[in-house]
Each structure stands twice: as structure tokens, then as C-alpha cells.
């Protein structure tokens, strides 16, 4: 499995137009093979500042990930974006287990 | 290092006092041996979605950290929300490589 871990952090302004477009991108990239989870999240404490947190069967899903047409899309909507800082990191994962819930 | 990834799912008129908690549970975690990150930080399109996201140097830490004072006071709060569903689990990661940014 991979993980990708990530943060961004953007003009607070244009928080309503990257919600949209990250919606989008969401539900398009949860219906790709391979992706077990895919998500933008907004830190509780700081606006502006958005988690990223993704899943992957392994990284041929996470390289065809890149080749989307909604990949494109969003990187497009991104450019309009003023990102003030920008990190996202893969990983290689596994021994999954079950820290609280089901 | 130990990744956890996880997903709670609350009630949201219980977001106002989930996001208090929140930010202090994160801003005391952050301060612990080991940590490498730590958010709690809400979905994009969908209201009352918390996505967990850490890093940890060892599982040692992250055992230490189910200790703290803060992590009982975070327990209490949780106590008082509305827990619609829940979620978390913990991965070995390593080869950190980086995708974006930096």
C-alpha cells in the first residue's frame, strides 16, 4: 500500500473556490482503481491550512492517479489558487491495524 | 515510522465544540516526543467529516501519547459528541519520498 500525507496551506480567501474544485476531485478520484481512500481536509485550527490524505493499493494506481483527466482539471483550478506553502509525501505502507472503531 | 489515518463522523452541531477540543488536543500532541504531525481537520464536501492524520517516530510514541493528560481530556470531550461512526488505524510507512512541494 502507499499513503500520501500532506499539507497546503492557501490564501483563507480562496477557500471557497478550492472546496469546490477539491469536491470534485474527491469524488472523481474515489471511483479510480486502486484508491482506497482520498480525501481534502481543513484543519480545525487553522484556516486555510488543508490536510491531504490518500490511500493506494500500490503505486501504479497512485501513477495513473496523475495521468487523470480530473487531475488536469484540478491542477488547473490550483493555479488560480494562491498557495502559500505546499508539501505532500509518499510512503510505503503496511500491517494495518485497527486503532479505534470498525 | 507509524502512520494513523483515520475518519469520525459526527453529528455536526457537535463541530463548534469538537473543533475547541480539537485544536487543544492537537496543540499539546504536537509538543510530544516523537511527533511528527498531527491533525484533526474537517472534509471538504462533507459536513461533520473529521479526518486524523499522524506521524510518528516509533510505536513507542505513539503508545506514550495514549497516556497523556490531554489525550484523557480529549477522550471526555469526545464523550459528550455525537460519534456517528469512527474509524482509525495505524500502518508501518517508510521511503519517505516527496510528491509535491517541499
Redesign the interface.
Given at each position: 500500500?502507499i499513503?500520501?500525507?500532506?499539507?497546503?496551506r492557501f490564501h483563507p480567501d480562496d477557500m471557497p473556490m478550492?472546496?469546490k474544485a477539491?469536491?470534485e476531485m474527491?469524488?472523481a478520484t474515489r471511483q479510480e482503481p486502486g484508491n482506497l481512500?482520498y480525501?481534502?481536509?481543513?484543519?480545525?485550527?487553522s484556516p486555510g491550512?488543508?490536510?491531504i490524505?490518500e490511500?493506494w493499493a500500490d503505486g501504479a494506481a497512485l501513477e495513473a492517479h496523475f495521468k487523470t483527466p480530473h487531475m488536469a482539471a484540478f491542477n488547473a483550478a490550483l493555479g488560480q489558487a494562491r498557495v502559500l506553502?505546499?508539501?505532500?509525501?509518499?510512503?510505503?505502507?503496511?500491517?494495518?491495524?485497527?486503532?479505534?472503531?470498525?
Open positions: 500500500m499513503i500520501v500525507q500532506g499539507e497546503a478550492l472546496r477539491g469536491a474527491m469524488a481512500a480525501a481534502f481536509a481543513e484543519d480545525v485550527a491550512l488543508v490536510h490524505v490511500r506553502a505546499l508539501k505532500v509525501c509518499a510512503y510505503d505502507a503496511s500491517g494495518e491495524r485497527l486503532l479505534a472503531g470498525g
